[in-house]
């Protein structure tokens, strides 16, 4: 207990009349150069276009500002769409529903995601995966 709340890890809001609404988890909050950008936000959006089947967004070290991330999506979408068209219009549909800094800025199409043992997206697991991939690249240092 803390100051008479028990700290559980997720990001509440509470309405007008006293009601509180789990809207992220602290670990999923995205710190784009000190905007807080909640990822379920960003995912709540994808899910609007009518090709997607799961999403989740996740923060990546952003090379280019250290200190700062990057908003990835990733995405599995219905059998027989366009990937290309598909990616343009989630795009578009991001632009349109979030602010600039929010807007994921690549988006990447699988058809299998890593799962927590409640067939929840497992967004750490996409995360680290995506540091190895970029520490690969020579994107991040190798140690950190």
Request: charged share 30%.
């Given at each position: 207990m803390k100051d008479g709340w028990l700290p559980t890890g997720d990001i509440a809001r509470m309405d007008e009349d006293g009601y509180f609404y789990i809207v992220d988890?602290?670990?999923?909050?995205?710190?784009?150069?000190?905007?807080?950008?909640?990822?379920?936000?960003?995912?709540?959006?994808?899910?609007?276009?009518?090709?997607?089947?799961?999403?989740?967004?996740i923060g990546l070290p952003d090379p280019e500002r250290p200190g700062s991330e990057r908003v990835k999506a990733f995405l599995s979408i219905a059998p027989g769409r366009d990937p290309?068209?598909?990616?343009?219009?989630v795009q578009k549909l991001c632009r349109e529903k979030l602010p600039a800094y929010a807007v994921p800025k690549a988006i990447e199409f699988r058809d299998e995601f890593p799962l927590t043992v409640t067939e929840k997206i497992f967004k750490r697991k996409l995360r680290e995966?995506?540091?190895?991939?970029?520490?690969?690249?020579?994107?991040?240092?190798?140690?950190g």
């Open positions: 988890r602290i670990k999923d909050m995205i710190n784009i150069s000190g905007n807080k950008v909640y990822s379920r936000v960003v995912d709540d959006v994808l899910y609007q276009h009518p090709a997607v089947r799961m999403a989740a967004a290309d068209q598909v990616r343009d219009e995966q995506e540091i190895e991939k970029m520490k690969a690249q020579g994107l991040l240092p190798s140690g």
